[in-house]
């Protein structure tokens, strides 16, 4: 028995839930793992961490540093309420330091970028704005012996054959060359051991994210200072939009990559295993209509259609809400959704500026289907 795997809903935080994870809603976390304040936001929000642990390996984490990518936040609680509760003796050889919202402003407005508009994980070199900066004093002071960067990413991703990307990672490169240095081939091991046991549970639905070169970016930089450093893109999966799904295998990956560290056994892995993980492609949508009927140009056209969702918090509910948007119609052929409906069995033509038609299409899609 996998402990981490079938005790989940034993050691699953679950006061936190849903997308929209601020400051606030891990009050008590905070609390309960006796954080601190490293520093302000820009609109002086405090930017809280706690370290966990006291042994020799130094492992630096961060979650939400993209204020709506919440999922890893989650997630990230649960790993470590994993730890403590079923393998206590990882706090011995590693001694953890978590930064769970770097962007509490951003957490806050459920934005990507902080309060003025900046996305942080192109702040690296210019280091201009005070969060950017927290991290990099923490980085300093802390000197971690590895770093994992955790990030969320949106529905669009695919691994091969349409089949969603629920997790994907990335060993950052440290040059322009994407070169093996020494830390990005320890990355690229200690993702091999992730991946080894994520995919006895989700064997199609893990991707390699692109490791193009970009010094502005936070993973790149670490990693090119010799700091071995991951990236986590927790992913999309099915209907699930508060991503409590994609949240359990987004636990289990710190989890193994966490015990990949302090069991060495990432030392094991051939790193030139890391190429044969699929790269991540943009296959997918929200929904996706094969041979719908509408009304286009003066004349009535049978194309396919596809629909994003835009996120949009309302601030009364303090819920995202996923409003449909049309984001392109043809034949579409390298494009699949994670809702996935025929119409040719529809006579209606659909006007599909009318946002009225655009729920009625999808509530039809949704009962052809038989979802909810
Ligand atoms: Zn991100």
Redo the contacts with the bound molecule.
């Keep these: 028995m996998n402990i981490e795997v079938d005790n989940y809903t034993n050691y699953k935080e679950k006061e936190i839930s849903g997308r929209y994870i601020t400051n606030e809603s891990i009050a008590d976390l905070n609390y309960k793992y006796s954080s601190e304040i490293c520093g302000y936001s820009v609109n002086n929000l405090p930017i809280h961490f706690f370290k966990i642990g006291s042994g020799k390996i130094k492992l630096l984490i961060w979650s939400q540093?993209?204020g709506n990518?919440s999922t890893s936040t989650k997630a990230l609680f649960d790993s470590i309420s994993f730890y403590s509760n079923h393998e206590q003796k990882m706090f011995n050889k590693l001694t953890l330091l978590v930064i769970p919202i770097l962007n509490p402003d951003g957490a806050f407005k459920y934005t990507?970028e902080n309060y003025n508009n900046i996305d942080l994980?192109r702040d690296a070199v210019d280091l201009s704005q005070p969060e950017s900066l927290v991290l990099k004093k923490i980085y300093d002071d802390f000197k971690p012996d590895f770093c994992f960067n955790l990030?969320?990413?949106r529905s669009i991703y695919s691994t091969l054959n349409f089949n969603s990307s629920i997790m994907s990672f990335l060993s950052p490169s440290s040059d322009y060359d994407r070169n093996e240095t020494d830390s990005r081939v320890k990355s690229m091991k200690i993702i091999l051991e992730i991946v080894e046991n994520l995919k006895i549970l989700i064997p199609e639905n893990i991707g390699r994210y692109n490791d193009e070169f970009n010094i502005n970016c936070v993973g790149d930089t670490f990693q090119s200072l010799n700091t071995p450093t991951i990236l986590f893109?927790s992913g999309h999966f099915s209907q699930d939009y508060t991503r409590e799904i994609s949240r359990y295998y987004t636990s289990l990956a710190i989890t193994y990559a966490i015990r990949s560290i302090y069991s060495n056994g990432f030392n094991l892995k051939n790193h030139k295993d890391y190429y044969k993980i699929p790269e991540n492609s943009t296959g997918l949508c929200d929904v996706f209509i094969k041979n719908i009927k509408i009304n286009q140009s003066l004349s009535n056209q049978v194309v396919n259609l596809s629909i994003l969702y835009k996120e949009k918090l309302n601030l009364v509910s303090k819920e995202i809400e996923f409003i449909p948007e049309i984001s392109e119609f043809g034949k579409l052929e390298k494009l699949s959704g994670h809702l996935l409906s025929d119409f040719i069995s529809i006579k209606k033509v659909f006007d599909i500026s009318d946002k009225n038609d655009l729920n009625e299409i999808i509530t039809i899609a949704k009962k052809l289907r038989n979802i909810q």
Excluded: P, V
Aim: proline share 0%; net charge negative; glycine share 12%.
């Design positions: 540093m993209h990518e990507r994980n990030h969320g990413q893109e």
